[in-house]
């Protein structure tokens, strides 16, 4: 259940949004829906699947996060310049729902340990907390990667939990009569959850650390043309990147796999060590 909460004063300028959160949603125990609203984003767009975005968190004690929008189009590089414990903490999340009238979007928050900066923030976050969004203009846009050739005879998904919220919103965009075959592995049994899909899916929920040994003993249905799609944990996304490729002879042009994040890695530390800027 998400509430609506009050128009953020913040002038919309760009792709920039900021919103404000009601209280959140426990979906299980590692796993929380956070509800944002605010004018701001009727200027928000997406065509959903695993459309992502970012969120500008304030650090704890601060009343809003902190981006120097006031320099105009230099405010990546102010924002880069600040201290790291003055500038907001920058991290990337899926969309899981957008609505209209009034506009609101939901964010999923896995809850983990170690906590970072996010996980603790939405652990936390209470009615008139302030964030800054930097999501789509337009519907059709390069953050959503699912993207299935027309061809395509079988969808093949693998996530994790933090992949949860959009190989989800991946499922429900899925029409009838779409062949699907999904895994998705949790930490924690009280987060399986019922999906919603018209499409003929097979989906197997794994625990933690098991998806390797499951989705290797596992036979894909016969296709001759599938799509995969595998986020999550780097490691694990490359290992089965790997497996889909080398020992399934699936084309590697119809696997995407993106790394969601890395054990033992800040989201910070991943993005400089594979050259991701904004
Ligand atoms: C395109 C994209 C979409 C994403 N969508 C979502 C989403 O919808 N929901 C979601 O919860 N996450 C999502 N993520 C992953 C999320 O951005 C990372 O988990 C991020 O590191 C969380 O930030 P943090 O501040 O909580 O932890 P950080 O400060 O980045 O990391 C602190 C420590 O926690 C560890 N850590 C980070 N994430 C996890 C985890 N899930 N489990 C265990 N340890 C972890 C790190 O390795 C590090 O040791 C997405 C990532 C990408 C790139």
């Known amino acids: 259940m998400c509430r609506c909460w009050r128009t953020s004063p913040r002038p919309w300028r760009r792709r920039r949004r ?3 959160p009601p209280s959140p949603t426990l979906l299980g125990s590692s796993l929380v829906r956070v509800g944002f609203g605010g004018e701001d984003l009727r200027f928000l767009f997406s065509d959903g699947r695993d459309q992502s975005l970012s969120l500008f968190l304030p650090h704890p004690g601060q009343d809003a996060p902190v981006v120097p929008f006031e320099r105009g189009d230099g405010w990546w590089q102010g924002w880069r310049e600040l201290p790291d414990d003055v500038r907001a903490v920058m991290r990337s999340y899926t969309l899981r729902a957008l609505r209209r009238d009034p506009d609101e979007i939901d964010i999923d928050f896995v809850l983990h340990t170690p ?4 996980s603790a923030w939405a652990a936390r976050a209470e009615p008139g907390d302030r964030v800054v969004l930097l999501g789509p203009a337009i519907a059709d846009n390069r953050a959503i990667r699912f993207r299935p ?54 989906i197997t929920w794994i625990g933690a650390g098991h998806s390797p040994a499951v ?64």
Do not use: M, N
């Not at 919103?169 to 018209?198: H, M, N, Y």
């Open 18 to 20: 900021s919103a404000e």
């Open 115 to 118: 906590a970072g900066p996010a």
């Open 149 to 202: 050739p027309r061809d395509t005879d079988l969808v093949v998904l693998w996530g994790d939990e933090t992949a949860l919220p959009a190989l989800s919103s991946i499922l429900e965009s899925l029409p009838s009569g779409q062949r699907v075959r999904a895994w998705i592995e949790v930490r924690d049994t009280g987060t399986v959850q019922d999906l919603v899909t018209l499409a003929d899916a097979e």
């Open 215 to 278: 989705v290797r003993a596992a036979q894909l249905p016969p296709a001759a043309r599938p799509y995969v799609w595998i986020a999550g944990e780097s490691g694990s996304v490359k290992a089965l990147r790997r497996h889909f490729v080398q020992e399934c002879g699936i084309d590697r042009r119809r696997v995407t796999f993106v790394g969601y994040w890395r054990e033992g890695l800040t989201e910070e530390q991943l993005r400089e060590r594979e050259g991701v800027s904004e």
